[in-house]
């Protein structure tokens, strides 16, 4: 099962904040994060490899919480340029197989 | 580097015949993904290379797909027989080394496949 993704979509206003959470039925060891634009390839984020671990980058950054199996993106004061899908990437243990999550539709309006 | 590199980057074709596409990995990068993207949704796995070796298969992949990484660079992934519902994105990426080792993956820019 792939993990699943909350909120499913969200609008916001340029300058808001989001908050988009990836959780998983099975441990995580490591999760990254992409966003895509329509028609384009996902374009990677940023990667959390242990638990607890939060990691920022400009107005966004993550964290992950290994016991909970969950890992949260932050949007901060956001930009027209956000706007996209936003995915959560994870290998599955035992197996060669990476994963995404359901994705998140995220759209800032000016 | 030059990134992972897709071609082509649309087919049409119709039912019933045959499409390979090709994707070169970034140089050196020995792991490489395969994904199938439909509108509206996430990529879905589809079969992962290291080296030339194929470790995984996804059930998605049926007999009419296969998949090849012959001396461990490009890879090709043909579909035989296509159907309607082949038609998706067919994404490539490309990793240098263990996931859990901080490397990232890479994706091409996508092969669009319509089947009319």
């Known amino acids: 099962q792939q993990p699943v993704q909350s909120p499913q979509a969200v609008i916001l206003r340029e300058g808001e904040d989001a908050v988009i959470n990836c959780s998983s039925s099975k441990a995580l060891y490591s999760v990254h994060w992409y966003r895509q634009k329509h028609g384009e390839a996902p374009v990677f984020l940023m990667i959390?490899?242990?638990?607890?671990e939060q990691k920022g980058h400009d107005k966004i950054s993550a964290s992950f919480n290994e016991k909970k199996q969950q890992s949260s993106l932050y949007l901060t004061a956001s930009q027209l340029s956000y706007s996209g899908t936003y995915f959560c990437g994870t290998e599955r243990p035992g197996t060669y197989k990476y994963i995404f999550g359901t994705g998140t539709r995220l759209k800032v309006l000016a | 580097d030059t990134g992972v590199s897709q071609d082509p980057r649309h087919k049409i074709t119709k039912r019933g015949q045959n499409v390979t596409f090709r994707c070169d990995p970034i140089s050196e990068h020995n792991r490489l993904y395969w994904y199938r993207q439909t509108l509206g949704q996430g990529p879905e796995f589809l079969t992962y290379?290291?080296?030339?070796?194929?470790?995984?298969k996804s059930r998605l992949l049926s007999d009419r797909f296969s998949a090849e990484r012959p001396k461990g660079s490009f890879s090709t992934l043909e579909i035989q027989r296509t159907e309607q519902g082949d038609s998706a994105m067919y994404l490539c990426?490309?990793?240098?080394?263990?996931?859990?080792?901080?490397?990232?993956?890479?994706f091409g820019e996508g092969s669009w496949l319509t089947v009319v």
């Open positions: 959390l490899l242990k638990g607890g």
């Open positions: 990426a490309s990793s240098p080394g263990p996931r859990d080792s901080g490397n990232t993956i890479y």
């Open positions: 290379f290291q080296n030339e070796a194929q470790l995984e």
